[in-house]
């Protein structure tokens, strides 16, 4: 069992930088691969970021690549996603998750994810 919390969220205007984090709770965090993915309002839940057990192997949407970065501390149990350079169309829930032994080419993909935090609110001002 692993619960998330996710912290971080808040308002911020467009072209502004915030860091999100996601404190894990449970045994073996660094046995998990983690996500986060994010529902703006009106839409279905998409893919953000991923990043790899303990490797460091890491993956993004097309739509925050070179503006995001997702890392992860195994000593404190806690996946961060740093988000500069942030747009209206960043508004959203965003939500961390955590997946047991995900194929690569799988890391997309929602059902991939066994757990999932509560959601941060995350909202860009124009």
């Known amino acids: 069992q692993v619960q998330l919390v996710e912290s971080g969220g808040g308002l911020v205007q467009a072209g502004g930088s915030l860091s999100l984090s996601c404190a894990a709770s449970g045994r073996a965090f660094s046995s998990y691969d983690m996500a986060w993915f994010r529902r703006a309002p009106g839409k279905e839940r998409e893919f953000v970021a991923y990043?790899?057990?303990?490797?460091?192997?890491?993956t993004y949407a097309d739509s925050v690549k070179g503006r995001s970065t997702i890392s992860r501390d195994n000593t404190k149990n806690t996946v961060y996603l740093q988000m500069n350079s942030l747009k209206p169309e960043d508004t959203a829930v965003y939500y961390c998750?955590?997946?047991?032994?995900?194929?690569?080419?799988?890391?997309?993909?929602?059902?991939?994810?066994?757990?999932w935090g509560q959601g941060t609110q995350v909202t860009v001002s124009s």
């Open positions: 990043i790899r057990r303990n490797f460091g192997i890491t």
């Open positions: 998750a955590a997946g047991t032994n995900v194929a690569y080419g799988r890391v997309r993909s929602e059902y991939e994810y066994v757990y």
